[in-house]
C-alpha cells in the first residue's frame, strides 16, 4: 500500500513542481502590487479611519467637560490629540515611501490647518471658560454649541480617505493583472490534484477504509456494552497489527471496569454512611441552636426574678435576721450571680462563629488600647501592660477585643503577691502568619496543664481562691480557631506565662500594595494601669439578641 501511495504522489508532486516554477516568476511581480496595498495603501487607509475616530474623541470630550466640568471628562481630548499627531506623521510617513502622491500631501496639510482652527476657536477657549468659570461659562463661548468649523474638520479627514482610497485601487488594479494569471496555474494545479485524489481515494478505499469501517463496528459493540467480545482485523498488515492492539486494550479495559464498579459500590455505601452523619450534625446544630434560645430568654428570665428578689431580701432584711439567715440569702444571691454569669459566658462561647459580623482589617494597637481602658483599675498603680509592633490583622474587632480581655484579665488576676503585674505583646512574621505573644511575669501554669487550660469549664485553682466562671481561655481558643489560627501555652517559659497566638495573613487583593495595609507598626505603648480594685470589663459580644444583657464581668477565668 505504501509503495503504490509514493507512487502517486511523485507523480503529482512533479506536475505540481513545473506548475510552481511557473508560479515563482510571476508571483514576483505581484509582490511588488501587494507590497503597495499592504505597506503602504492599507496602513495608510486604517490610519485614516483611524484619524477620524481621534478627531470624535476630541469633540466628545470637549462636550463632556463643558456639561460636567469634571476633568477625567477632558481624557479622551487628551488621547484624540495624542492620537492625531501619531496618525498624522504616519500618514506622512507611509505616503513618502516609494512613490510620494501630492494630493495626499495636500489633504494633511489641510486636517492640519482646519484642526487647528477648531481648536483656537473652540475647543481651547471652551476648556478655559469651563475652569475658570464653570459649564455654564464654557457653554456660553461663542461657537461651543456649534458643529460648523469640527464638521469641516471630519470634512477634510473624509476627502483624505477619498484620495488615499484613489491610491489603494490603482495598485489593486495593477495587482490584478498578475492575479489572473496565477489564478490560471492554479486551475491547473487544482485539476491535477482532483485527479490525483480522485485515485488515491480508490485506492484507500479498497485498502483502508473498509477494514477500518469493520473495525470501527466491532469497536462500536464494545463500547456499548459487549466487553467480552473478541475483536479481528482484515486488510492490510498494519491493519490487522491495529485491530490486535485495539483487542489488548479490550481486555484491559474489561478487567479494570470491573475493579472500578465494585469501588464505586465501595463509595456509595460511603456516600450513605457520610449522608446519614450530615443529617445527624444537621439535627445536633438546630439542638444547639434551641438551647442558645432557651439559655437566652427562657432561663434567664426566671434566674433574673430569683436573682432580684433574693437582692430585695438581702437589702430589706439583712440584719433583721439571724446571723444564719443573712448567710443563706448571701449563699442565695452569690448562687443566682454566678448562674447568670455562666449562662452568659455559655451564650458568648457558643455564638462564636455563629453570629457573625464579617471580617474586617483590625488595628491591633487600636484593641490593645481599648483593653487598657477597660482593665484599667484592676492591675493597681505599679501594673505595666506594654506592646510593640503589632499588625493589622483581617478579623472581627468585638471578638479579637475580647480575645485579648481575657489574656490580659487572667494575667492581671493570677499575679504573684507583692509583685506588680507586667503584660508584653508582641508580633513577628513568619511566613503567611502572624505569630503574636502575651507574656507575664504571674504565678504561671505547669506544663501538664498545657492542654486542660483550654477545655470549657476547667479550673486549676477552687473558686475561692480566683474568682471566675472556668470558661474564658476556652473562649479565647475558640475566637483563635474560628480566626483560622491556634494558641499554644509556653511551656518553655522561665517566669510567669507565655501565650503563642498564630494568625495567618490572606494573600492581597489585585490592585493593593503587599501586605494589604497589614504592616507591623514600629511604635511602643505602654500604660501605667492605676488601681481602684474595680473588676475589668468584658466587651459584650457581638451578636448579642435584644434583651440579652451582656455579662460584664471578665471572661479570663480559667487558670
Known amino acids: 500500500m505504501r509503495s503504490r501511495v509514493m507512487a502517486l504522489c511523485g507523480a503529482l508532486g512533479f506536475l505540481l513542481a ?13 509582490n ?3 507590497d503597495v496595498l499592504t505597506n503602504k495603501t492599507g496602513p495608510m487607509r486604517t490610519a485614516g479611519q483611524s484619524l477620524d475616530a481621534a478627531f470624535v474623541d476630541q469633540e466628545t470630550g470637549v462636550r463632556g467637560f463643558l456639561l460636567s466640568g469634571e476633568e477625567e471628562n477632558l481624557a479622551p481630548y487628551d488621547r484624540g490629540r495624542a492620537a492625531e499627531t501619531q496618525l498624522i506623521d504616519q500618514i506622512t510617513r507611509l505616503n513618502t515611501s516609494g512613490d510620494s502622491d501630492a494630493s495626499i500631501d495636500a489633504d494633511l496639510a489641510l486636517v492640519r490647518e482646519r484642526a487647528a482652527e477648531w481648536r483656537s476657536a473652540i475647543a481651547d477657549p471652551a476648556i478655559a471658560a469651563v475652569r475658570s468659570g464653570g459649564p455654564a461659562a464654557g457653554q456660553a463661548v461663542n461657537g461651543a454649541s456649534s458643529t460648523a468649523q469640527f ?21 489593486v488594479q495593477a495587482a490584478k493583472q498578475t492575479g489572473s494569471t ?51 482485523g482484515r486488510g492490510a498488515p498494519e491493519l490487522l497489527r491495529l485491530a490486535q492492539d485495539v483487542d489488548a486494550m479490550r481486555r484491559k479495559i474489561a478487567s479494570e471496569l ?17 449522608k446519614v452523619q450530615a443529617e445527624e450534625l444537621t439535627r445536633s446544630n438546630r439542638d444547639l441552636e434551641q438551647f442558645a434560645y432557651v439559655a437566652s430568654h427562657d432561663l434567664q428570665e426566671p434566674l433574673r426574678k430569683v436573682a432580684s428578689f433574693c437582692q430585695l431580701l438581702q437589702r430589706r432584711y439583712s440584719g433583721q435576721l439571724d446571723a444564719r439567715a443573712d448567710q443563706y440569702i448571701a449563699f442565695a444571691v452569690d448562687g443566682a450571680e454566678r448562674m447568670q454569669r455562666l449562662i452568659n459566658d ?101 506544663a501538664e496543664f498545657a492542654d486542660k487550660i483550654f477545655v470549657i469549664f476547667q479550673r486549676l485553682h477552687p473558686r475561692e481562691s480566683y474568682e471566675g466562671t472556668g470558661i474564658g481561655l476556652a473562649i479565647v481558643k475558640k475566637i483563635v480557631e474560628y480566626h483560622g489560627g ?25 490592585g493593593t ?47
Open 18 to 30: 513545473a506548475l510552481g516554477v511557473a508560479a515563482v516568476v510571476i508571483a514576483s511581480d505581484s
Open 32 to 34: 511588488d502590487r501587494i
Open 151 to 171: 464638521d469641516a474638520v471630519r470634512a477634510s479627514v473624509a476627502h483624505l480617505q477619498s484620495d488615499i482610497a484613489v491610491v489603494r485601487n490603482a495598485a
Open 182 to 232: 496565477l489564478v490560471a496555474l492554479e486551475i491547473i494545479a487544482a485539476a491535477a490534484v482532483i485527479v490525483a485524489g480522485a485515485a488515491l481515494m480508490l485506492l484507500l478505499d479498497r485498502l483502508v477504509n473498509r477494514p477500518v469501517l469493520a473495525l470501527a463496528a466491532q469497536i462500536r459493540a464494545v463500547a456499548a456494552g459487549d466487553y467480552d467480545r473478541d475483536i479481528a
Open 258 to 274: 470491573r475493579e472500578v464498579q465494585e469501588a464505586r459500590a465501595q463509595i456509595e455505601w460511603g456516600n450513605a454512611q457520610l
Open 346 to 446: 455559655l451564650l458568648a462561647f457558643s455564638r462564636i462563629g455563629r453570629l457573625t459580623a464579617g471580617f474586617t482589617q483590625v488595628d491591633l494597637d487600636r484593641v490593645l488600647t481599648v483593653v487598657r481602658s477597660q482593665l484599667g483599675e484592676r492591675g493597681g498603680p505599679d501594673a505595666e501592660i506594654t506592646w510593640a509592633d503589632l499588625p493589622a490583622v483581617r478579623g472581627e474587632e468585638p471578638l479579637l477585643t475580647t480575645l485579648f480581655m481575657n489574656l490580659v484579665g487572667n494575667s492581671l488576676k493570677f499575679r504573684r503577691p507583692d509583685v506588680p503585674p507586667k503584660i508584653h505583646v508582641t508580633a513577628e512574621r513568619a511566613g503567611d502568619e502572624w505569630r503574636l505573644h502575651v507574656r507575664d511575669n504571674g504565678i504561671g501554669i505547669e
Open 486 to 510: 491556634a494558641i499554644t501555652l509556653d511551656t518553655e517559659a522561665t517566669e510567669g506565662t507565655a501565650f503563642t497566638i498564630t494568625l495567618p495573613i490572606p494573600k492581597p487583593d489585585p
Open 513 to 559: 500594595e503587599p501586605g494589604g495595609g497589614s504592616g507591623a507598626r514600629e511604635d511602643c505603648v505602654s500604660a501605667v494601669v492605676p488601681d481602684s480594685g474595680a473588676e475589668a470589663t468584658s466587651v459584650p459580644d457581638a451578636g448579642s439578641g435584644a434583651g440579652e444583657a451582656p455579662d460584664q464581668r471578665p471572661e479570663a477565668e480559667q487558670r
